[in-house]
């Protein structure tokens, strides 16, 4: 099983930008969809965005599409979340996550595994 830490959140104002990293230990990362997910106070845990195994296919909410873009560097276990023009409602701790097909990507549920989260604030 693979074992995944994130980094990179912080505070920015808003129309700021971010670049989120998660990165993986233990089993074969390159045979893994790596999505990411977030959560607001009080909120429910909402899907963000997710990469396949191979980097071939991305999808992403449609609240982020335009401002974010994910990438993976197999070679370094790592995929990354930049994140343009910030807003205040971004505002989230942000967890990555890992499936092992490329299915149902915004369903909770379809990820075995899952970071302990990094904050991201976005000021007004």
């Known amino acids: 099983q693979v074992h995944l830490v994130e980094s990179g959140g912080g505070l920015v104002q808003a129309g700021g930008a971010l670049r989120l990293s998660c990165v993986a230990s233990?089993?074969?990362?390159?045979?893994?969809?790596i999505a990411w997910f977030r959560q607001a106070p009080g909120k429910e845990r909402e899907y963000v965005s997710a990469?396949?195994?191979?980097?071939?296919?991305?999808d992403y909410a449609e609240s982020v599409k335009g401002r974010f873009a994910i990438s993976r560097d197999n070679a370094k276990n790592t995929v990354f979340l930049q994140m343009n023009s910030l807003k205040p409602e971004d505002t989230a701790v942000y967890y990555c996550?890992?499936?092992?097909?490329?299915?149902?990507?915004?369903?909770?549920?379809?990820?075995?595994?899952w970071g302990q989260g990094t904050q991201v604030t976005v000021s007004s």
């Open positions: 990469i396949k195994w191979n980097g071939e296919s991305t």
């Open positions: 233990g089993d074969t990362f390159s045979s893994y969809t």
């Open positions: 996550a890992a499936q092992d097909y490329y299915d149902a990507l915004d369903a909770k549920s379809m990820y075995d595994t």
